[in-house]
């Protein structure tokens, strides 16, 4: 929110892809007075579809490099963000607690290092015989968990977050596009986009947060990037009330690196998979549950209810997400394999700035 509106409201950015990334460009962009365009053809197996909206910032491992400052900076801005969202939807909130488990004591060590060294950021020890591993030991079959929790961690809901994103960028009269971008150009010093059905877009930026797809859009024989697919699935388990009720289960927990949100007293999520390539494995329930020893017995394949995967990129050879700027008027944010959801104030800022430096 740094651009004067006076200098560039009749400029026009066009944002290739839908996503929750994409729409907080927009979001901030828009609120900078840009004309913006988004261009989708919004397949349900984007990045965004999904996510499980866990937000894992002060738990995050490490104190410097640049994913702890994208990171920080999110952790900044995102109690400004949910602020603002919340007059276009006011049930949006972050929801904490996040509580992370483990059932090895060197990972815990290492956990309780972590803490000790950054008595900063709101974490604290779970005792062994607290409510809450007492709870989740009892319904999992366990006697073994220990972990952390986090006060400024936890869980935004990405449906809800993508639908306010919706309410606001339709507020702003934001041109939606369903069409897929498959060539770009620059000519006299505007960016000339063309669409499947033909239509020509014409731009002055163009951001593009398409994911895998962006590299079929740029010179890879200038611009040296690599990118992989990572898919991932997540399953939904729907006990009847007769085998368990689920409602002493904190909402979002994380349990040797799988996620769990309960999302009532007879459902909960479980995710997700990180899978290198396009086509989902067929064993998503086992690879989700085999670090339990002994299942307990509602937790059975015949009690998925739903299931649904997203295909996200991992950068090569360098850090994720990437943030660049390719050539002047085009500026590449993608890349997001994990906490995209987190990262989206940061990145968008990133890219606010960088714009800002291409038409001074």
């Known amino acids: 929110m740094k651009v004067s509106n006076k200098n560039f409201k009749n400029l026009h950015i066009l944002i290739v892809g839908s996503g929750v990334i994409g729409k907080f460009n927009a979001l901030e962009l828009s609120k900078q007075g840009f004309k913006i365009t988004i261009a989708d053809p919004q397949k349900k197996k984007n990045s965004s579809s999904a996510a ?14 640049r994913s702890w400052e994208l990171r920080k900076k999110s952790n900044e801005l995102w109690p400004r963000w949910i602020k603002f969202l919340e007059q276009y939807n006011n049930n949006l909130h972050i929801e904490k607690p996040l509580i992370q488990l483990t059932t090895e004591q060197k990972n815990f060590e290492k956990l309780c290092k972590f803490i000790s060294n950054h008595p900063t950021r709101g974490l604290r020890v779970l005792e062994r015989d607290s409510t ?23 869980r935004i809901d990405p449906i809800s977050l993508l639908k306010t994103l919706n ?16 060539k770009i150009k620059k000519l006299n010093n505007q960016w000339i986009s063309t669409c499947s059905n033909k239509l020509e877009i014409k731009s002055d930026v163009i951001i593009l947060c398409n994911s895998l797809d962006a590299l079929k859009l740029i010179d890879l024989n200038i611009h040296d990037i690599k990118l992989k697919p990572v898919l991932g699935q997540a399953i939904e388990i729907s006990p009847s009330k007769e085998e368990i009720n689920l409602l002493s289960l904190p909402k979002h927990f994380n349990i040797n690196g799988t996620n769990f949100i309960r999302k009532n007293n007879n459902k909960i999520i479980i995710g997700s998979t990180d899978e290198y ?16 020893e002994n299942k307990p017995k509602w937790l059975n394949k015949n009690n998925i209810t739903d299931k649904w995967l997203g ?16 050539e002047k008027g085009l500026i590449l944010c993608t890349g997001f394999y994990k906490n ?13 700035d960088e714009i800002a430096n291409h038409l001074l």
């Open 311 to 326: 295909i996200r990129s991992r950068p090569e050879d360098e850090p994720s997400p990437i943030l660049k700027s390719l």
């Open 340 to 352: 995209g959801i987190l990262l989206a104030p940061a990145c968008s800022n990133w890219v606010s």
């Open 132 to 154: 809450i591993i007492q709870n989740i030991n009892k319904i999992f079959n366990m006697n073994n968990l220990k972990g952390i929790i986090s006060g400024e961690d936890g």
């Open 167 to 182: 309410i606001f960028l339709k507020d702003e009269k934001v041109d939606f596009i369903k069409d897929k971008i498959i």
């Open 52 to 65: 499980l909206g866990l937000l894992i910032g002060n738990m995050y491992q490490k104190s410097k490099g």
């Open 277 to 292: 390539d396009i086509e989902p494995k067929e064993n998503t329930f086992e690879e989700l549950t085999d670090f339990l």
